[in-house]
């Protein structure tokens, strides 16, 4: 059965790093997609970044471009995603998702419905 694990979240001040973890279990990795959305009291939730295993075709948010990194440990069936440069709008609890992709290569189009309980990133000084 498929279960997701997130960890990594925390406080850090503006400009700091954190890296989060996906521990993935249950399931043949490479036959999905794996992501990591975000989600305030604010805010519905929306993605940040994703990744088609099989494919090795990754997204990211413009709004996370450049500053994020979403990558695999290959000896394990954990998903990271690399924060540099935080901003205050990047507080927020993280979720990761697993999705069956419909499109080879394009990550952002597959159907994720399988979500880790969250961690809480906060940015603030």
């Known amino acids: 059965q498929l279960q997701l694990v997130e960890s990594g979240g925390g406080l850090v001040q503006p400009g700091g790093s954190l890296r989060l973890s996906c521990a993935v279990s249950?399931?043949?990795?490479?036959?999905?997609?794996i992501g990591w959305f975000r989600q305030t009291p604010e805010k519905a939730r929306e993605g940040v970044s994703c990744v088609q295993i099989g494919a090795g075709s990754a997204w990211y948010a413009d709004s996370v471009k450049g500053r994020f990194t979403i990558f695999r440990d290959s000896a394990k069936d954990v998903i990271y995603l690399q924060m540099n440069s935080l901003k205050p709008e990047d507080t927020a609890v993280y979720y990761c998702?697993?999705?069956?992709?419909?499109?080879?290569?394009?990550?952002?189009?597959?159907?994720?419905?399988?979500w880790g309980p969250g961690t809480q990133v906060t940015v603030s000084s």
């Open positions: 249950g399931v043949t990795l490479e036959n999905y997609a």
């Open positions: 998702g697993a999705g069956i992709p419909t499109e080879r290569g394009n990550p952002r189009t597959a159907l994720f419905g399988s």
